[in-house]
C-alpha cells in the first residue's frame, strides 16, 4: 500500500523581519522541519484560536438578542421600532393553523 500523501499548496508572503528571522531561527530546531514547517503550524494554530474566538463572540450576540428585546419592549419607543421594523399578522390565513408570520420590509 503507497503512504498517504499530503497535497501543499504554495503562498507568498512578506513579512517583518522579525517574523523572517524567528521562522529561520525555528526552522534549525528540532520540533520544525522547515520554515514551511513553521509557518504551516503558526497558521493553524492561529486558525483554531481566531475561529474559536469568533464563534464565542458570534454566540455572546445571540446570548444577548433576548436581553435586547426584553429592553426595547419596556419603552414606547422600542415599541414603535419594533413595529415598524416587524410586521405581524394578527389573524392567521388559515384557521387550523394557528402559528403567526413576521414580515421583514
Same mark, same amino acid.
Given at each position: @500500500?503507497?503512504?498517504? =500523501? +499530503?497535497?501543499?499548496?504554495? #503562498?507568498? %508572503?512578506? =513579512?517583518?523581519?522579525? #517574523?523572517?528571522?524567528?521562522?529561520? !531561527?525555528? %526552522?534549525?530546531?528540532? !520540533?520544525?522541519?522547515? =520554515?514551511?514547517?513553521?509557518?504551516?503550524? %503558526?497558521?493553524?494554530?492561529?486558525?483554531? +484560536?481566531?475561529?474559536?474566538?469568533?464563534? +464565542? !463572540?458570534?454566540?455572546?450576540? *445571540?446570548?444577548? #438578542?433576548?436581553?435586547? $428585546?426584553?429592553? $426595547? @419592549?419596556?419603552?414606547?419607543?422600542?415599541? !414603535?421600532? $419594533?413595529?415598524? %421594523?416587524?410586521?405581524?399578522?394578527?389573524?392567521? *390565513?388559515?384557521?387550523?393553523?394557528?402559528?403567526?408570520?413576521?414580515?421583514?420590509?
Amino acid at each position: @500500500m503507497a503512504g498517504v =500523501v +499530503k497535497k501543499k499548496e504554495q #503562498i507568498n %508572503a512578506t =513579512v517583518s523581519p522579525w #517574523i523572517k528571522k524567528r521562522c529561520l !531561527e525555528l %526552522a534549525e530546531t528540532p !520540533e520544525f522541519s522547515s =520554515v514551511s514547517d513553521v509557518v504551516s503550524q %503558526a497558521l493553524s494554530e492561529f486558525f483554531g +484560536k481566531y475561529d474559536y474566538i469568533k464563534a +464565542k !463572540e458570534s454566540k455572546e450576540r *445571540e446570548d444577548r #438578542i433576548p436581553d435586547l $428585546l426584553d429592553a $426595547l @419592549m419596556k419603552t414606547k419607543e422600542g415599541q !414603535e421600532w $419594533l413595529q415598524s %421594523a416587524f410586521k405581524v399578522e394578527k389573524e392567521p *390565513e388559515n384557521k387550523e393553523d394557528k402559528s403567526r408570520k413576521v414580515i421583514i420590509d
